[in-house]
C-alpha cells in the first residue's frame, strides 16, 4: 500500500531564505508526483506536476525534483516571501503504475516571517 | 475558463441531521469528480470519485455516500450525521483519471457536527 510521508511537518523561516521541503512515498513505481499548496481554510492550488519521465520541474521560484529509485521529491522554493507562507503537500498515485486516485501526505505547513 | 463552486462554505449541524453539499463544474464536460475529507491532523482523505454520471466508488466505508445526477455536479449526502463526521469537506475535478492529470480543488466546505 503507498504511503506518503512530508518532512518537516512544520518549517519556520525569516524572509529571502531559501528551502526545501521533502517528500517519500513507499512505492516507487508511480505514474507522475504532484505538488499542492493549500492556504488556510481554503482548498488545494495545484504548483507543480512532474511525470515519471521527468527528474524536475519549474515555475517561477518553485523547483520540484523526482527521484524515483529512492522513492523521493522535493520542492525547493527559492528567495521565500511571506505570502509563501501556506501548507505544502504531496501526492502521488497508488503505485505499481497504476493510475489510480492520488494518495495525499499530511504536508508541511510553511510560515515565512518577514 | 474551467472553474469548480462548493457550497456552503461553513456548515453547523446537530448529530443526527441531514447533510447535502453540492459541487459543480464549469467550463469543461465528462469531468472526473472527487470527494474528499481533511480531518484535523490527518491527511486529505478520498470519500468518494466518479467517472460519469451516475457512476460513484467509494474509497472507505462510512455514514455518508455521493451522487452525481448531472454531469458537471457531484452531490455528498448524509442521512444522519455523526459527531466524526465534522471535518473539511474538499470537492475536486479532474480533465481524466487522476493519475495523469492535475486536479483543481474547489474552496472547500468546513463542516462542524455538534
Known amino acids: 500500500k503507498q504511503e506518503v510521508t512530508q518532512i518537516p511537518a512544520a518549517l519556520s523561516v525569516p524572509e529571502g531564505e531559501n528551502l526545501v521541503l521533502n517528500c517519500s512515498f513507499t512505492?516507487?513505481?508511480?505514474?507522475?508526483l504532484q505538488w499542492f499548496r493549500q492556504d488556510p481554510g481554503k482548498g488545494l492550488t495545484s504548483l507543480l506536476l512532474?511525470?515519471?519521465?521527468?527528474r524536475e520541474q519549474t515555475s517561477g521560484r518553485l523547483n520540484a525534483s523526482l527521484d524515483k529509485s529512492s522513492g523521493r521529491s522535493t520542492l525547493y522554493i527559492a528567495a521565500s516571501q511571506p505570502g509563501d507562507s501556506a501548507t505544502y503537500l504531496c501526492?502521488?498515485?497508488?503505485?505499481?503504475?497504476?493510475?489510480?486516485?492520488?494518495?495525499f501526505g499530511k504536508g508541511t505547513k510553511l510560515s515565512v516571517k518577514p | 475558463s474551467q472553474t469548480i463552486h462548493q457550497w456552503p462554505a461553513t456548515l453547523v449541524q446537530p448529530v443526527g441531521s441531514p447533510l447535502s453539499l453540492e459541487c459543480t463544474v464549469e467550463?469543461?464536460?465528462?469531468?472526473?469528480l472527487y470527494w474528499y475529507r481533511q480531518a484535523a491532523g490527518r491527511g486529505l482523505q478520498l470519500l468518494f470519485y466518479?467517472?460519469?454520471?451516475?457512476?460513484i466508488s467509494s474509497e472507505v466505508p462510512q455514514n455518508l455516500s455521493a451522487s452525481r445526477p448531472q454531469d458537471r455536479q457531484f452531490i455528498l449526502s448524509s442521512k444522519k450525521l455523526l459527531l466524526s463526521d465534522s471535518g473539511f469537506y474538499l470537492c475536486?475535478?479532474?480533465?481524466?483519471?487522476?493519475?495523469?492529470?492535475?486536479?483543481?480543488f474547489g474552496a472547500g466546505t468546513r463542516l462542524s457536527v455538534l
Open positions: 475536486a475535478w479532474s480533465p481524466g483519471r487522476a493519475a495523469k492529470n492535475i486536479q483543481y
Open positions: 512505492d516507487s513505481a508511480i505514474y507522475n
Open positions: 512532474i511525470q515519471s519521465s521527468q
Open positions: 501526492a502521488v498515485p497508488p503505485g505499481g503504475g497504476s493510475q489510480g486516485n492520488l494518495i
Open positions: 467550463g469543461t464536460s465528462n469531468p472526473n
Open positions: 466518479s467517472v460519469g454520471i451516475g457512476q
